[in-house]
């Protein structure tokens, strides 16, 4: 069988199994809406009778009464046709609305930071492994020191220091309410105030893994016969690291980016809850807190697409790169 | 689920390392400054997570409006035993029986559309509850008619007086928009009200009102409201502390020297909500555990040293409670002369417990815990993850009842989980608080948490009466005080005597201490905020209905 269409379908597979999981994981979770939505309403003064606990069963609908199965094949039929449902906390709006309001600023946030990290992490790692021994090495315990940092330790020291103490930046939210969202110069500027110390802290907790790997690659790499061929051909050290060691010795990071870009959706949820940033991670928390089940399928959704589309596209593009995977086709 | 910090517990619970940490990185500085123009006042009102457009005051979800937009007929201050402050009622009496319900409403208001606002939009609004179940969750089932353009009646089956208050705080919506308006599913993106406010814009973050120019009481003072997201409490106390929020009502660190270290800001704690250890009481309904013998739960309440809990677990924020759950002092009227002890003790009386106990039949094993009949006395609190100051006073409290003679341990689990044994009755213990009716009442407590059709077998989600308590007497009390007005002070008594008795000599809620709502607000740029002297409103930002009244008396300063 040809080697795409064998990828091809293995994800199908994969695809339905991961929507089965994600239909069932949230109905394995204690509790139900209407207890959870009266528990807030009692939280915000409101009195809670019986009549309300009636009242607002009916308004949330009752499609609990279905059988597992049905409702199992609606969950199919509807997503089929793009519809995720209604969202419980958010009531009357669409999940898919619900999502894409919150989308763009995850993925931007996280997807920018996840580039920088991954390009300047790549990148350094050349260099250091091109020098193994010198004073260079250095910046590997360094950066993984920073990596191992529990993240929102790390965030929270930066907010302190950044935001708090030096006020070089703002200390929550993702622009200045004042302004009006949209494709101007004072709100982009803004949200970039805003979304600079967040992404900071990505990519100084990310950085040190991209590093490491890079520099290990390197260094294996630079024992290869044919950098000796290079060097023995009288090549530039220059050409050599460029075009002979790192992209020979790049190749794990280019697959390892690709997954970690499927992360992007979900990797957010402590950056939004630290920076009180605006995205998916944060309507993801709600929605478990809330029982949501319809958002929390629309928001697993997009987390299972993301991470499968891109492993997808790592084994597509490794095809074309790399001969070798196709050998058995 | 105690208002009073419940929307930090829940950040907390996901975050409970970060918040704790968040709590001493920022609880040392003492920089803070102005909030941007100080004709906008900018409040966190708890919203965790962006905003989703819905200003449809019928909603369970809707995000803001209530009394800023669209107001009710009266206002009812839960914090004081007080009249009905007069909004678009001006006057309100039940005839004799409790069946028909007078209002005489205010002439000369208009919606913020320019139409008149008339007795028809009343009768319109009761209308539009009653055919459309999955709003009306006050159960009205009356039947609304205009007399004229300014009095209207609501006529009822059988006596109505306790309904009042929630009757009255009926949002009151525009006839001539909400005919076209499916109320249910409709989110209301630019409403139309006769309040105060009205809605200058929205966005995910933040959604601003402003001033209505032309509101019948006078265009209020401050100029435009602005209501913050941020992702739970604790980013509130952060606001805080960088001056970038005028209002929040949730702890803060070291909330006892509020305007010491943030001179702009003061704290001010009222106290609403009875935290107990609700217990799984009763046997009858298949409640097991040695919590089910009244004795043991008598015990707890003795072995409590509320002095130290307070300090410990509730950093000095939390006030006395009354073992009948009359708000002390501000219902001190309502408590029956035969309760000996209206305030229950601050220190722990271990002789009182052990005598309570050997008197029921339990005695001292050799390993200091009490049994009877071969049981330990052994029992678990359930306590929501994250809820930290609950956590600790579950803590405190199992060591005070070990001297006691009493075994207590702590089971944590999430929110919903905790959420759900508690209702299904699959527990012992759980630390959790009571809450108040519409209006400064105890009535409304006990309809809540002690009739019977409140409650269910264990293993069916009961209703408020989770701990399960059924008393014919205390059922027969409730309906007779349901056809009583409540002014009538003299014919309610003895029926809240009844209900009281029962309740102490029950005590199916242990009462630990009544917890504090803490508002920290900027007094320097505003003045006019609620206090001791001057209790007009429940000082809450989430509580809708006291935060409209308190926006209309705030004034800002220069």
């Known amino acids: 069988m040809n080697y795409f269409l064998r990828k091809l379908s293995f994800y199908a597979v994969a695809l339905w199994a991961a929507l089965t999981l994600n239909f069932a994981i949230p109905r394995l979770l204690p509790g139900n809406p209407v207890d959870i939505l009266l528990a807030k309403l009692q939280q915000r003064g409101e009195t809670v009778t019986p009549e309300t ?43 898919s609305d619900v999502i894409l309001t919150s989308l763009p600023w995850t993925v931007v946030l996280v997807g920018v930071a996840t580039v920088i990290a991954a390009v300047l992490g790549v990148a350094l790692g050349a260099i250091v492994g091109w020098k193994p021994g010198t004073w260079l090495d250095s910046l590997v315990p360094s950066t993984t020191l920073l990596a191992a940092v529990p993240y929102f330790w790390l965030a929270l020291i930066l907010v302190y220091l950044l935001a708090r103490v030096l006020g070089w930046f703002p200390l929550q939210g993702g622009y200045d309410v004042v302004l009006t969202p949209g494709w101007n110069g004072e709100f982009i500027a803004s949200a970039i105030q805003y979304g600079f110390l967040p992404a900071l802290t990505i990519v100084l907790a990310s950085i040190g893994g991209w590093l490491l790997g890079m520099r290990n690659m390197m260094v294996s790499t630079l024992s290869e016969d044919y950098i000796l061929t290079a060097e023995a051909k009288g090549l530039s050290p220059r050409k050599i690291l460029r075009s002979y060691a790192s992209r020979n010795a790049v190749l794990p990071s280019v697959a390892g980016f690709a997954i970690s870009l499927g992360f992007v959706v979900s990797g957010s949820v402590i950056t939004e809850q630290v920076f009180s940033y605006p995205g998916i991670g944060g309507r993801l928390l709600g929605a478990v807190t809330n029982n949501d089940y319809a958002l929390m399928q629309g928001v697993f959704l997009f987390i299972t697409l993301a991470v499968l589309g891109a492993n997808l596209l790592v084994d597509l593009l490794y095809g074309i790169i790399d001969p070798r995977t196709r050998a058995r086709a | 689920m105690s208002p009073k910090n419940g929307l930090r517990r829940r950040a907390a619970a996901a975050l409970a390392g970060a918040a704790v940490l968040g709590l001493a990185l920022t609880g040392c500085s003492g920089a803070s400054g102005g909030s941007g123009s100080s004709d906008t006042l900018v409040v966190y009102t708890g919203q965790a997570g962006d905003y989703q457009i819905n200003f449809n005051p019928f909603s369970p979800t809707k995000i803001g409006g209530m009394g800023t937009i669209f107001e009710s007929l009266f206002f009812f201050n839960k914090a004081e035993v007080r009249d009905p402050e007069p909004l678009l009622g001006t006057e309100q009496a039940w005839n004799e029986d409790g069946t028909v319900l007078s209002v005489t409403l205010r002439e000369g208001v208009t919606w913020t559309d320019g139409e008149a606002f008339t007795a028809d939009d009343v009768v319109f609004t009761f209308d539009l509850l009653k055919a459309t179940p999955a709003i009306n969750g006050g159960g009205y089932d009356g039947t609304a008619a205009a007399v004229d353009d300014t009095h209207v009646t609501l006529t009822f089956a059988t006596p109505m007086f306790t309904k009042a208050p929630d009757l009255l705080s009926t949002p009151i919506v525009p006839e001539h928009l909400w005919k076209d308006v499916d109320p249910t599913a409709d989110v209301v993106e630019d409403p139309v009200g006769t309040g105060a406010f009205t809605l200058k814009e929205f966005k995910p973050q933040a959604y601003t009102l402003e001033a209505n120019p032309d ?42 020297n509020t305007h010491e270290n943030f001179p702009n800001y003061d704290a001010y704690t009222q106290w609403q909500n009875q935290m107990v250890l609700g217990t799984c009481s009763n046997a009858d309904l298949g409640c097991t555990g040695p919590q089910t013998d009244p004795a043991v739960r008598k015990a707890l309440y003795y072995a409590m040293d509320r002095d130290q809990l307070n300090s410990l677990a509730f950093m000095d924020t939390a006030n006395d409670v ?97 959420t759900d044994k508690r209702l299904k009755g699959e527990f012992e213990l759980a630390i959790d608080s009571l809450w108040q009716g519409p209006t400064a009442d105890p009535y409304y407590l006990y309809n809540y948490f002690f009739v019977s059709t409140a409650t269910t077998e264990v293993g069916e989600s009961a209703g408020n009466n989770y701990a399960r308590f059924d008393n014919a007497d205390v059922d027969a009390a409730l309906a007779a005080l349901s056809s009583l007005p409540l002014d009538d002070v003299a014919a309610r008594q003895p029926y809240f005597d009844t209900i009281q008795a029962a309740v102490w000599e029950d005590m199916p809620y242990v009462p630990i201490m009544t917890g504090g709502t803490t508002s920290v607000w900027n007094t320097a740029e505003f003045t006019g905020w609620p206090s001791d002297e001057d209790l007009y409103a429940f000082p809450a930002v989430w509580s809708a209905w006291d935060c409209a009244e308190i926006l209309k008396h705030l004034e800002p300063q220069g």
């Open chain 1, 53 to 95: 606990r009636k009242a607002y069963a009916l308004l949330l609908g009752g499609d609990t009464d279905d059988p597992l199965w049905i409702q199992y094949w609606d969950y199919l039929r509807n997503l089929a046709k793009g519809d995720l449902g209604v969202s419980v906390s958010y009531y009357p709006a669409k999940v």
């Open chain 2, 215 to 256: 509101y019948w009481g006078g265009e209020p003072k401050v100029k435009e409201v602005r209501y913050l997201s941020l992702s739970g409490n604790q980013a509130g106390a952060d606001a805080i502390a960088a001056g970038t929020i005028d209002w929040q009502t949730g702890p803060i660190p070291d909330i006892q």
């Open chain 2, 322 to 418: 009354s073992p009948v759950f009359t708000l002390t002092p501000s219902q001190d009227q309502f408590v029956s002369a035969a309760i000996e002890e209206p305030v229950a003790p601050q220190t722990a009386q271990a002789d009182t417990a052990s005598q309570i106990l050997e008197g029921a039949g339990w005695a001292k094993g050799s390993d200091g815990i009490y049994e009877k009949d071969g049981e330990r006395l052994s029992l678990t609190i359930e306590v929501v993850t994250g809820w930290t100051d609950y956590i600790t006073a579950v803590d405190t409290i199992a060591s005070q009842a070990k001297e006691a003679g009493i075994e207590i341990d702590a089971a944590q689990s999430s929110w919903n989980e905790w």
